[in-house]
């Protein structure tokens, strides 16, 4: 496989991280019956996979549009997605998505219909954010063809699978793990993610000034 692919399904790993969303989905969903949290789930996955691909063939022609060179943009999502790194390592979660504790889902449920709380704010921003949004179309920037196109749709596809069999064992899950397994897995995923992240903006410097790298 394309290392380019391997490092997006990776960053798509860390930086959507449904185990981040798990417990605002067991919240939503409480007392719900078996087929309508797996409806949840269903909506909630569809979304992120709509996002992922929306923004894998429309990225770089919304970047022309709006003026923006590859290389500027590579460089200022690559330390977003530093930032992120760096709060996930430091115990702090994503800065660019919402805190879980500070939802009222009871508010949550009255102003928004249980199918619409599957796509905000439980898939956007909870699981795909603004971070990993950046990341879909610094990577669609980069690649060319329909092999390479059509690879990252799919890497998007199987994320949203893995994101949808989480939700499904997120009691189990959440049991399993508790809080200290979950913080100690963010801290990972935070190393992970630097280490993407760092790539990202020498590949911005690289195209912003290729005779310096």
Known sequence: MDTEIIKIILAFVVLINPFSALTLF????????MPSRRKVAQISCLAIFVTIAFFTIAGETLLKVLGISIGSFQVAGGILV???????MNGEGNP????????DVEHVHEVIPSTASAVVPLAIPMMIGPGGISTVIIYS????????????IIAG???SIF??????????????LGDTGLNIMSRIMGMLLAAVSIEIIVSGLRTIFPSLL
């Not at 067991?26 to 019956?33: P, V």
């Not at 660019?96 to 939802?103: E, I, L, R």
């Open 163 to 176: 994101c949808y069999l989480c939700l499904m064992a997120a009691g189990r899950i959440s049991r399993f």
């Open 26 to 33: 067991l919240d939503l969903t409480r007392g719900y019956s």
């Open 96 to 103: 660019v998505k919402p805190d879980q504790d500070n939802f």
């Open 141 to 152: 920037s980069q690649i060319s063809g329909l092999w390479r196109v059509s690879a990252v």
């Open 82 to 88: 530093f930032l992120i790194a760096i709060n996930m």
């Open 157 to 159: 596809f199987c994320i």
